[in-house]
């Protein structure tokens, strides 16, 4: 007996340490994992006139519009991702993989109601129109509802949008997440993109540019407020409607005419072929003496390469084959 008490006891106390144990040492690991997860936080970052401060990286982000999805995508955050919506193009085919095991939450944008049901804790918009009020989307209600959310800075520009904003961009959802290091490899090689480009352009003469994104009764095409604008400079052009102080507008066909682009850029999008703007451009009779016209000089890009994304250095390639095939031979 005199020999077992001894051990009894130590069953006995070990019992005892035991219970609180176990919740001790989950209160542990989540201390842990909230200390391993907060490393470099908090960070604060202002966003088109939004200022919030992250204690730690957002866990279930949705991303919503093409853009927003494919920055993400980029900087390897898809584990953070719970859903994502609204694509204008397929998505990029060297992240087709990870997207696959994304739920899709909406074909375009998500009811406020269906957002919130997959219990995000930040939403990452692509376009203003993301944030809607009127569809009770705002970044107040989402705010209120205890989703913070980041708007593509495209949308609030201080100053003309080029490709110093892109690599903010890039940096800031970077930040929020924790992953510097990662926008920076990022940006590395999209200048990379950028720089062979430039090197091809030396010395060439801009073309003359009219983009055509839309519109039957006006033409509805890119400002000089936007990175499309950019996009022409970067790729050997001059936008003959840079002086048009947003991303985008509406501007008449005889406008079109007076300023005589040597070469119309069409974005292809939405239900509308390609083909079908080119028959209904070269049909224009306020057009009839245009030399892009009448020399049915077109380059065609994407919408989703031409917003403020992971896209646009390939987009500037991609139009500069077009516009200097010469150059690229």
Known sequence: MMGKRPMSLLLAVAATLLIPGCGD????????????????????????????????????????NQHATEVMLALGLEKSMVG?????????????????????????????????????????????????????RSRAALSKAGVNSYLNIEECPSGAVTMAVMDQEIRNVAKIFGVPDRAERQVKQLHGTLETVEG?????????????????????????????????????????????????GDVSFE?????????????????????????????????????????KRFAVLPLSSTVLGVRVPSGVESLARQLHPERFR
């Open 200 to 248: 091809k352009l030396a010395g060439v003469k801009p073309t003359k540019i009219f983009v055509y994104d839309s519109g039957d009764k006006t033409a509805f095409t890119a400002g000089g407020a936007g990175i499309g604008n950019e996009m022409i400079k970067q790729a050997g052009g001059v936008n003959l409607f840079e002086d048009l102080d947003k991303a985008f």
């Open 25 to 64: 040492t989950g209160a542990r690991d989540d201390a842990a994992s909230a200390r391993s997860a907060a490393k470099g936080f908090p960070v604060t970052v202002s966003n088109c006139g939004v200022k919030t401060t992250y204690q730690r990286p957002p866990q279930r982000a949705v991303a919503l």
């Open 84 to 136: 994502t919506a609204y694509l204008d193009d397929k998505i990029l085919p060297e992240y087709q993989d990870t997207y696959g095991g994304i739920k899709v939450l909406a074909k375009e944008y998500p009811s406020f109601e269906t957002l919130l049901a997959a219990e995000p804790d930040f939403a990452y918009g692509g376009f203003a129109s993301t944030f809607d009020e009127k569809e009770g």
């Open 255 to 295: 406008q079109v005419a007076e300023r005589a682009p040597e070469a119309i850029v069409i974005y292809d999008y939405g239900d509308q072929p390609v083909e079908d703007k080119k028959k209904f451009l070269l049909a224009n009779p306020a057009l009839k003496d245009v030399p892009a016209i009448k020399n």
